[in-house]
């Protein structure tokens, strides 16, 4: 039998299986097998940790849903007493609106400070001192005073506070669901601020004591949120240091322009709802139309109501099939096409449809939430959210004294007429048209994209 001659390296190599082992054990030397087995408790008491972890923000989550479902409820309340507070501030309608309007004014700008805040501290203690602020607000406004104020700069910490621990708890693939839901259960409260706060103020108790009652429920959230949120966050916060060194993540967040197209095209989305609905909702209707106010509540009602659907929905739907950007344009061509059937097809189509239509299609306006956290880094995840936030309520703090004195314009400082508010109305049309033309340069971040643009690299990778 012929013998066959083996190299000296062949010689020292060996079998693959041994060779592989003779690596393992020169690339680490130090470990043992007994020392890797006393390792192994202690990675998975880590990974149980972290799990652990991760259903305490979920829980969280869940408790500070209810501060967001409250704080919308106090944001809308006031478009159903607008008689009573013209009587107890000595104001004209037009007056109201613009004192409403000034939750708007520090909402925007507590936005930055609630971002800047939980990326920095976490928010364990951070959130339940933004609901205290509220509670002030809303106990002030009760007693007479511009408590307002108070309120958007508190309520700026709900949406903020929820998505950070959503963003904590839930796996990044199910985050434009939470982050629907949330805004879902925010618009129920919006909805129950007017269908349940109408009848509530004209039977029930008076409008003072509303606001009152409500600062004490608040209250009760802040400690349950207080108790359920865990201590820990971020390990390495960005700027850890001075007080003013918080903001620094804001120079990562705007110095990317992505973020200032998710503001602004989810900003002139909310638009129809946070001025047109939640401002003059019943107004219009009331003293254009001649509706009776509850009729008038319940048609302001329907709009949030289609956002508490449209929001899990279209969140749903950007995830099923892996897209943001088509969800997001397909819902605002809904919206689009709602209010032109409204200002132009009056007494065609009924108007609860319109309404619920309307607030479906507005759910799109969060699809921008998720996108402005997946085109910035992770370590900035609140101050992202705080600055859409910021940009969102600033085109409302802007845009809602400026409808206001444009029906004052187009009605020549005379009533307010049916025809007036429907001149007025174009300009929330070209608003939705604008928010579709920002939504084209968006960057696509859905899962589809990471698989398309792994094929991409896969083939240009050499063989």
Wanted: charged letters at 10%; a positive charge; one cysteine or more.
């Amino acid at each position: 039998m012929r013998s066959v001659s083996r190299s000296p390296l062949s010689s020292f190599r060996g079998s693959p299986r041994r060779s592989s082992a003779r690596y393992r054990r020169c690339r680490h030397p130090r470990i043992s097998d007994s020392t890797g087995s006393q390792l192994m408790p202690t990675i998975a008491a880590l990974a149980s940790s972290r799990r652990t972890g991760q259903i305490g923000f979920v829980a969280a989550w869940g408790f500070c849903l209810l501060f967001y479902f409250g704080q919308y409820a106090i944001r809308s309340a006031p478009g159903v007493m607008v008689p009573e507070l013209s009587t107890a501030f000595g104001l004209t309608t037009l007056g109201v609106s613009l004192l409403l309007g000034l939750y708007y004014y520090t909402y925007s700008g507590s936005a930055i400070v609630a971002g800047a805040a939980l990326d920095r501290f976490g928010p364990k203690y951070v959130i339940p001192i933004g609901i205290v602020v509220t509670v002030v607000g809303a106990v002030m406004f009760g007693l007479g005073s511009a408590g307002r104020l108070l309120q958007g700069g508190g309520a700026a910490f709900a949406f903020t506070g929820t998505v950070y621990l959503a963003s904590h708890g839930f796996p990044a693939a199910r985050l434009a669901t939470a982050v629907g839901f949330t805004q879902c259960f925010g618009m129920l409260g919006g909805s129950a601020g007017q269908f349940a706060v109408g009848p509530m103020i004209h039977g029930l108790i008076t409008w003072e004591q509303f606001w009152i009652f409500a600062g004490f429920a608040l209250l009760a959230i802040a400690a349950v949120v207080l108790i359920a949120t865990p201590s820990g966050h971020d390990a390495q916060p960005i700027g850890g240091g001075s007080w003013l060194s918080m903001f620094k993540p804001y120079k990562v967040v705007l110095a990317n322009p992505q973020s200032y197209l998710c503001g602004f095209c989810a900003g002139l989305l909310f638009l129809p709802t946070t001025i047109g609905d939640m401002i003059w909702g019943v107004p219009f209707p009331r003293d254009t139309l001649g509706v009776s106010y509850s009729q008038a509540v319940d048609r302001a009602t329907i709009v949030p109501l289609g956002w508490v659907i449209g929001c899990p929905l279209l969140g749903y739907l950007a995830e099923r099939i892996g897209r943001r950007k088509p969800v997001l344009i397909g819902g605002a061509l809904l919206m689009l096409a709602a209010s032109a059937a409204v200002i132009y097809l009056s007494g065609a189509v009924p108007p609860y449809v319109l309404g619920l239509l309307l607030g479906i299609g507005s759910g799109a306006a969060m699809i921008p939430y998720a996108i402005i956290k997946e085109v910035n880094p992770d370590k900035v995840k609140g101050s992202a959210t705080g600055a859409i936030n910021s940009l969102v309520f600033t085109l409302s703090v802007l845009l809602a004294p400026a409808y206001g004195w444009l029906l004052n314009d187009l009605a020549g400082g005379g009533k307010l007429t049916e025809t007036v508010f429907r001149n007025a109305d174009s300009f929330g049309v070209a608003g939705i048209m604008l928010a579709i033309v920002l939504a084209c340069f968006l960057r696509e971040t859905g899962s589809a994209s990471h698989a398309a643009a792994a094929m991409i690299q896969t083939a240009k990778a050499p063989a």
